[in-house]
């Protein structure tokens, strides 16, 4: 065990006294199963809300579990990074899966998440004509992935970032080549989109947090890739949140954009909220540049005759310029460029 991951007396002992508690015990299961908002363990738990507010708290200080913040509600989740995230994991894996006690919570938990799936689906029925329509219009999803899943390549990341989260596609396509991985939206109801999705692709190593992208609820200099699909086009400052998105980045980490080519579809600004119509290659470029990037490689992808779309979908990879030696800035690093 690596001494990063050992404990002191001191913190041992809190840890077990605020562990070492039968409701306390139970929150801790669930919320390693699952984020949860203290009225959703209300319901499973069947206990006061302030009995469970109660216990969160002392959990929360003993570092067994964190709390993150969306809108007006916070969010509940077991420990995720620190000495005692191992440990509280390791501790309830040892907990037989089948006990009556647990098995119990689980089925109230199932339900609770069933009702969470039919809201977002509610929502997600009033939105639907607005994304088929505007899903109409490009180069066909798939191929979009296909090409994402190429320039990020099949090696392991660390950590990954995905900005403008919406419904958690880009989470669901990566998170299962990234050990970490967070998603960000400043829509309460595209967060619950991504939860449910999320949920049922079994994906546990992805948090969500609502904040907004001019100033990320993130730690610097600690994503290995960083992903913004089809999210830039409703910026009014995209440099700005280039120069986030890198303030986010490791030294040698990557930064991915996808968006529209330059169109003039301007039915997706008056109907679907686009503020840009599309970017040039260069553009982009120009704003890694003046966010200390460098755009190392560039893919257009056209639609074909037969896919019916009419707009270009370009991917945009770039990297922070000081990991490139020699380059003053950006613009010295030649792209690698390709159409297709
Ligand atoms: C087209 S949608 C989702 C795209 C998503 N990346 C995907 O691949 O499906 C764009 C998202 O950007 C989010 N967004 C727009 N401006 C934002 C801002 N300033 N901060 C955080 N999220 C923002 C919207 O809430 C929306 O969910």
Redesign the pocket.
Known sequence: MRSAERLSFESMLSALSAAGEATRLRLMVLLAEAELTVSELVIILGQSQPRISRHLKLLLEAGLVERHREGAWAFFLIAQSGPLATFVRDMIARIMPNDPVFSADRARLVEVRRQRAEQAARYFEAQAQNWDEVRAMHVPEERVEAAIREIVGPAPVDTLL??????G??LELLAPIAGRAVG????PQ?LGLARVRLERAGLRNVQLRQ????ALPVEAGFYDLVV????LH??DDPTRALREAGRALRADGRLLIVDFAPHEEESLRMVHAHRRLGFAGEEISACMEQAGLACIARRDLVPRPDEGGKLTVSLWLGQPASAHPGADTGSTVSPAEERV
């Open positions: 995905d900005l403008g989260t919406g419904t596609r880009m960000v939206d400043q829509s595209m904040g907004d992208l001019y913004m699909h089809q999210v409703y910026l």
